[in-house]
């Protein structure tokens, strides 16, 4: 109880730390179009964004505060927050009430999101700066024809990081096949979603990275299963930590965090495996709900700027499909063949696309089938156990009935 | 008195924002996602009978030991003097300041083939001992998070065993057996079956801690309701199923458990 | 040597409670961003903590939450105990009382997603009727609005619960008494019941504003972004990596409680011997 009464300290204590703020270091503006970016200045307007988890610049480490400084050069508040999967995305949209008005889904998923008309075509004509950066192959993509909906953000390949410490000198980490390596038991890691990990099963078994049949989820699943006992766990984004804190040895994830996460341990490497991989750009949208679309054409305009794209290219560390930012690149990334693979490489890679919902609904039920594998119990358990339980109270209930009428008060 | 009518705006309240709502789980339970009525999702959630009978197993494996290291330390902190006792309550209550899913994090620290007790243990010439990512971890985050759960209504409840009870029955001849069987087990069940019901309702029903540390593959009933809703499967309808399978199934369990207790007000409730 | 053994068994649960808040408390001090690789002392997240937007803006949410809900749930909860006290009919009452409970006893997950459910509906059931008749309907945004209404639904109970055992206490002839003596009947309940069931309320005030504070599961299910409370900021970072920040935040929460606690405690004590020291004076 009395611990309660303390709070009032805790809050005075808190209240003053809203009041102060920092800033960052300040941006050039110069060479924006001002005009653009200054008409709705002063209006008190605000933007919804919801993008990944830790993929922009966000002022730490020195780096440049990307929603501060636009917030300082249009007068439009950013409320940022993140998400960390593509169907999490999808959830909060398909649930309501939230009205995002700028979203940085994948391809799959923006595929996905036209064909059930959750998105805004984008006028293009906002978005001047649209024409002369995104890089000719990046325009037009499968997943959203002419770019209708859709401004590439970033792109990257799936592969293996592994710490060089940790695996034997002599294997030659180039083939998923090291993932299913007793030699490592307990020392991998593997996705806990179950598109990049049924992905890397695919390309194992010589399947397209997209399931065509039941048969090849079946036997996806096997092979899933297997691998299942020699891995220490099934991650996210815990993999910064896990990978770099030198915890496992190796594990499948994106180029571009594979580049942040060597940068904080030099003895990680990454390597697109010979088998082939996922090939994948993350794009900015404007979901239906949105309630100020053209503040959010300025901002993706905004992002299109190549000051601010390098910072968060640099940030964030994925390749960008902006040709003015990667000149500003310096050559040593350019050259770098995780973050710009040559092209055979990207030839060997495949885009997700959006399953048809029957073997999309049989693949997430295979997932849970595997994660909940180890124990084998009937199906019938589970209802069997909730008679007994309602057995159980029953009984109970009319023996103490009895035993009470039997001796009345005394 | 006449306050009969006082009563009214909670009871509005009440029928709105907790009856309505599982009226809708059970609607949503019994729906496909274009209204139509269908036992579909109800049958389905048999499918996940592994998870379920997991979440079951680590809730009651949680409670257990919950009461097992909680039930000695309530009842020396009640048999203290009043200064003691203030500052041990307050001693159990100050964790729970530190927001529960930063706690969970601390252990990842812990726990890790890298971390600060491996470190400690290779300190000494033995070998790293794999504690994250098993069920014993998911146990362990149970546990510590609602060890608080069971010791203060269990210490709220022994506070009122009177010592002269306990030396009466000792005058009598027990042995220190018979006055913990006969004497202090009995006048404590009601904090027993409030601290079990606030441990094994949480422990069951518990998302994120098995993420954090059962490495993913420790899916539980909590994880799999987040992913219909929030998460990786969207699909309210099977989640609704899920949730409401798990309510009957505590309230079943509770029922059971009320059967013990023949206290009318469930006392030490409130912390 | 069974004294030992206690004092054994007692630290052995403290440390077991505290050993993780240790290593939250130690790794706010670290020079580097990392969880697990100590890098050296520095103070640098204390500063820092000051310029993250992110954590201020939830802090500030969670406190205006947390303060409106438990300012209503007191309000709803007195008047609702004070008609449940007067209520006769026993199964009406127990009716009541269970409804009551529900909200603590069932699963948080089930709460939240009965909440979310909820809200979700009315906004289907809005735009239902905006199709069908053409009048535009409000559209209920998850925000402060679902937050605040969602806290005062689980507060409220606590509030219940603490202030009914105090109107049992109450001796119910003294209202009887005010109004016999001239009172007016919200004259008689502000000067005699209101005075009579404080502490009660007071209790029920603090664990509503405790509650809502450290709420995660529910506040997860009906927040959006522009209303994320401390522990929803949080719950989003530890699916990626806490940012120090947070740890230097929980440390000055922890020191203050601590200190606070402290305070109260040796204040009790020097009243508690004051009292002594009376009667044995007196005596």
Redesign the interface.
């Known amino acids: ?7 009032g ?3 005075a ?3 003053p ?2 009041l ?5 270091d300040e941006m050039d503006y110069s060479g924006m179009d001002l005009d653009y970016y200054t008409r709705y200045k002063g209006q008190g307007k605000s933007l ?1 964004v ?1 993008n990944w ?2 993929y922009i610049s966000d002022g ?1 480490d020195g780096s440049l505060d990307v929603n501060k400084a636009f917030e300082e050069l249009t007068g439009i508040k950013v ?4 998400f ?2 593509n ?2 995305l ?3 949209l ?7 008005d700028l979203i940085i889904p994948s391809d799959y998923m923006i595929a996905r999101m036209i064909e059930e008309e959750m998105l805004l075509p984008l006028d293009l004509t906002n978005i001047p700066n649209f024409e002369g950066s995104i890089n000719e192959r990046y325009k037009d993509p499968s997943f959203d024809p002419g770019n209708r909906y859709s401004v590439p953000y970033t792109w990257g390949t799936v592969g293996l990081i592994y710490n060089t410490t940790m695996v034997d000198e002599n294997d030659l980490i180039d083939s998923w096949g090291f993932l299913w390596d007793p030699v490592y038991a ?1 020392n991998m890691l593997m996705f ?3 598109k990049d990990a049924f992905g890397i099963a695919f390309k194992m078994l010589g399947y397209p990275i997209n399931a065509e049949s039941k048969e090849q989820l079946d036997r996806a699943t096997e092979l899933l299963k297997e691998q ?1 006992p020699l ?8 993999i ?3 990978m ?4 496992a040895a190796l594990a499948p994830y994106y180029a571009g965090d594979a580049v942040t996460m060597m940068e ?1 341990n030099p003895d990680l490497a990454f390597v697109v495996p010979k088998e082939g991989s996922n090939i994948f750009t993350d794009a900015m949208c404007i979901p239906k709900e949105a309630k100020n679309k053209e503040l959010a054409e300025l901002y993706i305009n905004f992002m299109l700027e190549p000051e601010v794209g390098l910072a968060n290219i640099e940030y964030i560390g994925y390749s960008t499909p902006n040709d003015r930012v990667y000149d500003l690149l310096d050559d040593e990334v350019k050259n770098d063949p995780v973050r710009y693979p040559d092209q055979e490489l990207l030839d060997s890679c495949e885009y997700f696309v959006n399953l048809p919902p029957d073997l999309a609904a049989y693949m ?2 295979k ?3 595997l ?13 069997l ?2 008679l007994g ?2 057995i ?2 029953i009984s ?2 009319t023996a ?1 009935t009895m035993r009470k009428n039997r001796q009345p008060h005394n | 008195m006449k306050f009969r009518h006082a009563a009214l705006p909670y009871m509005i309240w009440s029928s709105v924002f907790v009856l309505v709502p599982l009226g809708l789980v059970a609607v949503f339970a019994f729906t496909t996602g274009d209204g139509a009525f269908t036992i579909d999702n109800i049958a389905r959630v048999s499918n996940y009978t592994p998870v379920f009978m997991r979440s079951v197993w680590l809730a009651i494996l949680a409670t257990a030991i919950c009461l097992a290291i909680g039930y000695p330390l309530a009842y020396l902190m009640s048999r203290m003097n009043g200064v003691r006792q203030r500052t041990m309550v307050m001693l159990i209550m100050l964790p729970m300041w530190i927001n529960f899913l930063l706690r969970t994090y601390a252990w990842m620290t812990l726990l890790e083939n890298n971390g600060v007790i491996n470190s400690l243990l290779r300190l000494v010439g033995l070998g790293p001992v794999r504690m994250i990512n098993t069920q014993g971890a998911v146990v362990l985050g149970m546990i510590y998070n609602y060890l608080p759960f069971m010791i203060l209504p269990l210490y709220s409840i022994m506070t009122k065993i009177d010592d002269r009870v306990i030396e009466a029955a000792q005058d009598l001849g027990a042995n220190p057996f018979q006055v913990f069987s006969r004497v202090i087990f009995p006048l404590s069940v009601p904090g027993i079956s409030t601290g079990v019901t606030m441990v094994f309702v949480p422990a069951i029903s518990t998302f994120i801690i098995s993420r954090m540390l059962g490495g993913g593959s420790n899916m539980l009933i909590g994880d799999l309701i987040d992913a219909q809703f929030l998460g990786n499967a969207y699909n309210p309808n099977l989640g609704a199923a899920i949730s409401m399978v798990l309510m009957v199934f505590i309230l079943l369990v509770m029922s059971i458990f009320n059967q013990f207790d023949d206290s009318e007000d469930r006392e030490g409730l409130l912390i | 040597m069974m004294k030992h053994l206690r004092r054994f068994y007692i630290g052995l649960v403290m440390a077991f409670l505290y050993l993780p808040i240790g290593v939250l408390i130690l790794y706010s001090f670290n020079a580097s961003k990392s969880r697990s690789v100590w890098s050296g002392f520095s103070l640098r997240w204390y500063r820092d903590l000051f310029s993250n937007q992110l954590i201020l803006s939830s802090l500030y949410n969670t406190i205006v939450v947390a303060l409106c809900a438990s300012v209503i749930a007191v309000i709803l909860g007195t008047a609702a105990a004070m008609g449940i006290y007067s209520i006769r009919n026993k199964w009406f009452k127990s009716a009541i009382m269970n409804v009551t409970y529900m909200p603590i006893l069932n699963p948080e997950i089930v709460m939240g997603v009965s909440l979310l459910l909820l809200f979700v509906s009315v906004n289907q059931i809005g735009a239902g009727i905006t199709a069908v008749t053409g009048i535009p309907m409000p559209e209920l945004h998850l925000g402060y609005l679902t937050l605040v209404i969602a806290h005062v639904t689980f507060c409220t109970p606590y509030v219940i619960l603490n202030v009914l055992p105090k109107l049992r206490q109450m001796d119910k002839y003294v209202y009887e008494a005010a109004l016999d003596l001239g009172c007016s009947p919200s004259m008689a309940f502000f000067k005699v019941i209101i005075p009579e069931i404080m502490p009660g309320m007071a209790t029920g005030f603090l664990m509503a504003l405790t509650y809502s504070i450290d709420d995660f599961i529910i506040s997860y299910f009906v927040s959006s972004a522009t209303s994320q409370t401390l522990p929803v900021t949080i719950g989003a970072m530890v699916r990626k990596r806490i940012s120090p920040e947070i740890n230097a935040l929980s440390t000055i929460i922890f020191v203050v409680v601590l200190a606070a606690l402290v305070l109260i405690n040796l204040s009790a004590l020097r009243q508690e011997r004051q009292l002594q020291k009376k009667q044995g004076g007196g005596a």
């Open positions: 109880m009395k611990k309660l009464l303390s709070l300290l805790a809050l204590l808190a209240l730390l809203l102060i703020t920092a800033w960052a919804n919801y988890g830790e730490s409320v940022y927050s993140t960390d999967t169907e999490s999808y959830a909060k398909k649930t309501g009430g939230s009205s995002y307990g806990s979603n179950s299942k891995l220490q766990a099934y991650v996210m984004d815990e910064f930590d896990k770099t804190g030198g915890e904080d997430d039920e997932w849970t089938e994660l909940s594998s180890d124990e084998r119990y009937s199906r019938m358990l589970m209802p156990v909730m339980c309602i159980a109270t109970l209930n103490r």
